[in-house]
Every structure is written in structure tokens, then in C-alpha cells.
């Protein structure tokens, strides 16, 4: 079964710092990469997927990923944090059609003011 | 983009009562709905995948007389937990992806907070 995992558990960082939180998994197949935010109390939100094409992937807030396939991983960074990015941050991967994600473990993010 | 709604957000009951938890995408279609559970400082993990007309499938461990999936319509997916225990306290979140569309992303509804006392 394909696994993923996120290796930073928590994660604490200053205003401005630069972020990396890294993802990898086990499945050996073609994929769907994405990187989901949860922010406290809210729902889980997108932001960023890869499918195809140009493995540096743009989301929102900032964000980036590359997926990197000779390495099973798609990093996430932000080149400045902002305390607003304060969540937990979670990689899931998907092998099909229909859309069922396996989650990393998540990397709780807590940003200094 | 693509809604989806839990109801209810959160819900206490006692031990050994049945909670109704209902998923629905607002605006769009999907024959495919999935169930995650999430427990505190854990990720989410897959517990069953909810199929309109059918059975849903469930996911090793997890008990399908115990959580009742019924996907009635291609807009609304239900998880039931029957004859509730402190155990199954957690947070429950559904997804759901638009019919008919490739490469795209699934909508998570915002959860459902369930504890059992």
C-alpha cells in the first residue's frame, strides 16, 4: 500500500524565515501531489497540486512545491512565512481516478510574530 | 470553486446512541464520496469510500455495521455511527470531487466534531 510521510512534525519559525516542510512517498506509479492547509478550527484547504507538466508547482499564499520523481517527494516551501500561516500543513497522494487521498502525518507550522 | 458541507459542525451525544453525519456537495455532482477520521494531533485516515447505488467500500479495521454509509443521491453521502462510545470521538470529514472532470482536486467539507459521553 502507498504511504506518505512528512518528516517535520512541528515546525516553529520567526517571521520571515524561510519554510520547507518535506513529503515523501512510497508509490512507484504515476501520481497526484497536493498540499493542504488547516487552518485552527477551519476546514481543510488546497493549496497546491501537481498533475502533470512543470514539476514546480505555484499555490496560493505564496506557496511552492517540486516534485521531484527520482526522489518520491514533493517538498513544500514558502521563501517568507507570515504568522498568518500559523496550521497545520498536510502532503496527500492519489494513484487514481477517483480521488481517494492518502495523508501524511502533517507538520504543525507555528509561526513567531 | 466546489462546495461541500457537513452538517452538523459539531455534535455531543451518550454512549450507546446512533449520530447521523451528512455530507453534501452544493454545487456539483459526485458518485464518489470519502469518509476520513481525524483524531487530535493526527492526520486524517481514510475509512471508507462512498459509492452512489451501491455499497461503500471500507477501508482494514474499519467496522461497517459500526459506521453506516448511505450515498443516496449523486448530491448526498450520510455516515451513521451507530450505538456511539467515547472511542469514537473524533473529528469526521467527507470529500468529494466534481463528476465527469479529471485532474481535479477533492473538496473537503469543513468536519464534524463527535463526542461521546
Known amino acids: 500500500a502507498q504511504s506518505v510521510s512528512q518528516h517535520n512534525h512541528h515546525v516553529i519559525l520567526s517571521e520571515a524565515a524561510s519554510l520547507e516542510l518535506g513529503c515523501n512517498y512510497s508509490?512507484?506509479?504515476?501520481?497526484?501531489l497536493f498540499w493542504y492547509v488547516q487552518y485552527p478550527g477551519q476546514h481543510l484547504q488546497l493549496l497546491l497540486k501537481?498533475?502533470?507538466?512543470?514539476?514546480l508547482v505555484k499555490g496560493i499564499k505564496g506557496f511552492e512545491a517540486e516534485f521531484i520523481k527520482s526522489k518520491f517527494s514533493f517538498n513544500l516551501r514558502k521563501p517568507s512565512v507570515q504568522w498568518s500561516d500559523t496550521a497545520e500543513y498536510f502532503c496527500?497522494?492519489?494513484?487514481?481516478?477517483?480521488?481517494?487521498?492518502?495523508f501524511g502525518g502533517g507538520t504543525r507550522l507555528m509561526v513567531k510574530p | 470553486g466546489a462546495v461541500v458541507s457537513q452538517h452538523p459542525s459539531w455534535v455531543i451525544c451518550k454512549s450507546g446512541t446512533s449520530v447521523k453525519i451528512e455530507c453534501r456537495s452544493l454545487?456539483?455532482?459526485?458518485?464518489?464520496m470519502f469518509w476520513y477520521r481525524q483524531f487530535p494531533k493526527q492526520s486524517l485516515m481514510l475509512m471508507a469510500t462512498?459509492?452512489?447505488?451501491?455499497?461503500?467500500?471500507?477501508e482494514q479495521g474499519v467496522e461497517k455495521d459500526k459506521f453506516l454509509i448511505n450515498h443516496a443521491s449523486l448530491t448526498l453521502s450520510t455516515l451513521t455511527v451507530t450505538s456511539a462510545h467515547p472511542e469514537d470521538s473524533s473529528f469526521y470529514i467527507c470529500?468529494?470531487?466534481?463528476?465527469?472532470?479529471?485532474?481535479?482536486?477533492?473538496?473537503f467539507g469543513q468536519g464534524t466534531r463527535l463526542t461521546v459521553v
Open positions: 462512498s459509492n452512489e447505488g451501491s455499497k461503500a467500500t471500507y
Open positions: 501537481y498533475f502533470s507538466g512543470d514539476p
Open positions: 454545487d456539483f455532482q459526485a458518485t464518489t
Open positions: 508509490y512507484g506509479g504515476t501520481v497526484n
Open positions: 496527500a497522494v492519489n494513484h487514481n481516478a477517483g480521488n481517494m487521498l492518502t
Open positions: 470529500s468529494a470531487a466534481p463528476l465527469g472532470r479529471t485532474n481535479t482536486e477533492a473538496f
